[in-house]
């Protein structure tokens, strides 16, 4: 019974590990920023953020009241001086980089600002950690974008080279080069703070209200009774619930605190084969779940260049790391529309997005039991 009880602890995520950390986050004011503030609040850990302001009322941050829980710096990463100041006044054990201009058809508009925060960003986040003794784990988070899309089916795997046609993917992979270079100049003996890097997926989930991502835009169409216009109805996108990477990157750096320079390379966290879907198959499951009558029609007019497939082979952090996808796209689906509802009706988007993490935490409590055999 011990033995077993053992192994299912080995498989949760670990909270107790969480507890009384202190992490360094950047990009906390933002979506995926605003969810990992919220988890690791509820595990216990000291969330030292640092960001722009928030953009969206409506948004995870703001909405899900998550400064009130958390030390919210608000600051400009391109600004060596702000990152290095806040990271020494922190004194974070583990940092994780997410700050970044994150859409493709904004960097078209403004590449410029666009490689200034997602490329020097990145150089000052590593820079004020080698200035920073504290720091023993970093994670920054790119993209699956960031690989060099060859237009193959199969998935990409983390020894792929980084490329990037438009500016955003572009300034992914060098943020990969820019993690890949300091880890080899700067961080690679054994007392060293590990750097990883990690590459997501399209990510969804409630509380996002980028401009020009498809979630966004279905549910403001959808709660205006406007059409929904899509633009690239056939191509095929690893598609995930924001718990599943954020749970990636926190076992990561568990491995990292825990192993070191082994576990300090490129990992892939996308979702199993049932998200690797068109976006078109995205929109009908959303309409179908919306519970009433929608409409969309494919956007005809010219479009900048997108990936036509993207998929990520995931097999490295399965077998190294034990992390497996926990939400199907279904259920990911169902998890983003019943957020955006139950905001709509008036319930308190903290309690939303507090149920939806205990939902999260009882998930992993079942997959672990059975795979101990329970
Ligand atoms: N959402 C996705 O589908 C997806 C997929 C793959 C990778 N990513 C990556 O995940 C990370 C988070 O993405 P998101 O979807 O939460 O984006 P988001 O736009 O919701 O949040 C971005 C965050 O970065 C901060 N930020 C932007 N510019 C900054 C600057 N100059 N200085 C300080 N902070 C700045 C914002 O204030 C915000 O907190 C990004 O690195 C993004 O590239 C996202």
């Known amino acids: 019974m011990k033995?077993?009880?053992?192994?299912?602890?080995?498989?949760?995520?670990?909270?107790?590990?969480?507890?009384?950390?202190?992490?360094?986050?950047?990009?906390?004011?933002?979506?995926?920023?605003?969810?990992?503030?919220?988890?690791?609040?509820?595990?216990?850990?000291?969330?030292?953020?640092?960001?722009?302001?928030?953009?969206?009322?409506?948004?995870?941050?703001?909405?899900?009241?998550?400064?009130?829980?958390?030390?919210?710096?608000?600051?400009?990463?391109?600004?060596?001086?702000?990152?290095?100041?806040a990271m020494q006044e922190a004194r974070p054990e583990i940092v994780i980089h997410m700050a970044a201009q994150p859409l493709v058809r904004l960097s078209y508009a403004e590449p410029v600002e666009t490689y200034a925060t997602n490329v020097m960003g990145t150089v000052h986040v590593l820079e004020a950690i080698r200035r920073c003794p504290s720091v023993r784990a970093a994670v920054v988070v790119t993209s699956d974008k960031s690989y060099e899309n060859d237009g193959r089916i199969q998935g990409y795997r983390e020894t792929d080279p980084v490329g990037g046609h438009d500016p955003y993917s572009n300034s992914k992979g060098c943020a990969e080069l820019v993690t890949s270079a300091y880890r080899r100049s700067f961080f690679y003996r054994a007392g060293d703070a590990a750097i990883a890097s990690v590459r997501a997926g399209n990510v969804i989930g409630g509380g996002d209200w980028a401009r020009n991502r498809l979630i966004p835009d279905a549910i403001r169409a959808f709660s205006s009774g406007e059409t929904l216009r899509i633009?690239?109805?056939?191509?095929?996108?690893?598609?995930?619930?924001?718990?599943?990477?954020?749970?990636?990157?926190?076992?990561?750096?568990?491995?990292?605190?825990?192993?070191?320079?082994?576990?300090?390379?490129?990992?892939?966290?996308?979702?199993?084969?049932?998200?690797?879907?068109?976006?078109?198959?995205?929109?009908?499951?959303?309409?179908?779940?919306?519970?009433?009558?929608?409409?969309?029609?494919?956007?005809?007019?010219?479009?900048?260049?997108?990936?036509?497939?993207?998929?990520?082979?995931?097999?490295?952090?399965?077998?190294?790391?034990?992390?497996?996808?926990?939400?199907?796209?279904?259920?990911?689906?169902?998890?983003?529309?019943?957020?955006?509802?139950?905001?709509?009706?008036?319930?308190?988007r903290r309690t939303v997005a507090l149920q939806q993490i205990d939902w999260l935490f009882e998930r992993h409590r079942a997959m672990a039991l059975q795979e101990a055999g329970a």
Request: proline fraction near 4%; charged fraction near 20%.
């Open 3 to 85: 033995q077993r009880r053992n192994q299912v602890e080995s498989l949760v995520i670990e909270a107790e590990f969480w507890r009384g950390r202190r992490i360094f986050l950047t990009g906390h004011t933002g979506f995926k920023g605003g969810w990992l503030s919220m988890l690791l609040n509820v595990m216990g850990a000291r969330v030292f953020g640092l960001a722009l302001a928030p953009e969206h009322r409506d948004g995870v941050f703001v909405a899900s009241e998550v400064e009130k829980n958390i030390d919210h710096h608000i600051g400009d990463i391109r600004d060596f001086n702000c990152v290095s100041n």
């Open 231 to 348: 633009r690239f109805p056939a191509a095929v996108r690893p598609w995930q619930h924001v718990f599943d990477p954020i749970v990636g990157y926190l076992r990561l750096a568990e491995h990292l605190v825990r192993h070191g320079q082994t576990f300090a390379s490129g990992w892939n966290f996308g979702p199993a084969s049932d998200g690797h879907v068109p976006v078109r198959q995205v929109v009908e499951r959303l309409a179908h779940h919306w519970g009433e009558p929608v409409s969309w029609a494919v956007d005809g007019s010219e479009q900048p260049h997108e990936a036509g497939h993207l998929q990520l082979d995931c097999a490295k952090a399965r077998d190294q790391l034990g992390w497996q996808p926990s939400v199907n796209f279904e259920e990911a689906i169902m998890l983003t529309i019943d957020w955006y509802r139950a905001a709509a009706r008036g319930t308190a």
